[in-house]
T-cell receptor, first 114, second 116 residues
Framework: DAGVTQSPTHLIKTRGQQVTLRCSPK?????VSWYQQALGQGPQFIFQ???????QRGNFPDRFSGHQFPNYSSELNVNALLLGDSALYLC?????????????FGNGTRLTVT | AQTVTQSQPEMSVQEAETVTLSCTYD???????LFWYKQPPSRQMILVIR??????QNATENRFSVNFQKAAKSFSLKISDSQLGDTAMYFC?????????????FGTGTRLTIIP
């Protein structure tokens, strides 16, 4: 049973560029959430997708956008990258039909903006 | 808004000893869940234990147990018979029940080192 998989594992980008991160949820899960974890901090909620729509959003600018595909996989896009966007980006999946379904996290994508 | 505070940035303990990690939180909601997650160097966040706020009984999972003090808004994690594999960052997190656990608020973490 495959868990949450994220790609790539590491990424280096230049300020002003755009980046796309990918996530495949755990088998059977239909909800995907994205978190940003800056160095030395706890993860911060970016947004959550269910049924191919953004259902909740944290306090992040519109430069952060996402998408969910019919197979429940998801992408996180960040435009006009800033140095402060350097962080570990975590994807988590859960099952909407189970109230308070535990989150399963992937290993994250380490993004470095230079 | 929800806040989670972990006041111990780092802790260390000898193997086989017991260690307690502290966490306080604040929320105006009445229905919520509390979690402890472990993040080893592999970076994956692993659920250690969770507590429903409406339950008075403290949750336990093998060597891991919590002390949930709802009135004090305190949620500490006790690790008994600590093992080298327990070395990791530990995060306390709060989730609201109305939308499930998609939006968790995390603390800043405690780096726990188990000394052989």
């Amino acid at each position: 049973d495959a868990g949450v998989t994220q790609s790539p594992t590491h990424l280096i980008k230049t300020r002003g560029q755009q980046v796309t991160l990918r996530c495949s949820p755990k088998s059977g899960h239909d909800t995907v959430s994205w978190y940003q974890q800056a160095l030395g901090q706890g993860p911060q909620f970016i947004f959550q997708y269910y049924e191919e729509e953004e259902r909740q959003r944290g306090n992040f600018p519109d430069r952060f956008s996402g998408h969910q595909f019919p197979n429940y996989s998801s992408e996180l896009n960040v435009n006009a990258l800033l140095l402060g966007d350097s962080a570990l980006y975590l994807c988590a999946s859960s099952w909407d039909r189970v109230l308070n379904s535990p989150l399963h996290f992937g290993n994250g994508t380490r993004l470095t903006v230079t | 808004a929800q806040t989670v505070t972990q006041s111990q940035p780092e802790m260390s303990v000898q193997e086989a000893e017991t260690v307690t990690l502290s966490c306080t939180y604040d929320t105006s909601e009445s229905n919520y869940y509390l979690f402890w997650y472990k993040q080893p160097p592999s970076r994956q966040m692993i659920l250690v234990i969770r507590q429903e706020a409406y339950k008075q009984q403290n949750a336990t999972e093998n060597r891991f147990s919590v002390n949930f003090q709802k009135a004090a808004k305190s949620f500490s994690l006790k690790i008994s018979d600590s093992q080298l594999g327990d070395t990791a960052m530990y995060f306390c997190a709060l989730g609201l029940s109305n939308f499930g656990n998609e939006k968790l608020t995390f603390g800043t973490g405690t780096r726990l080192t188990i000394i052989p």
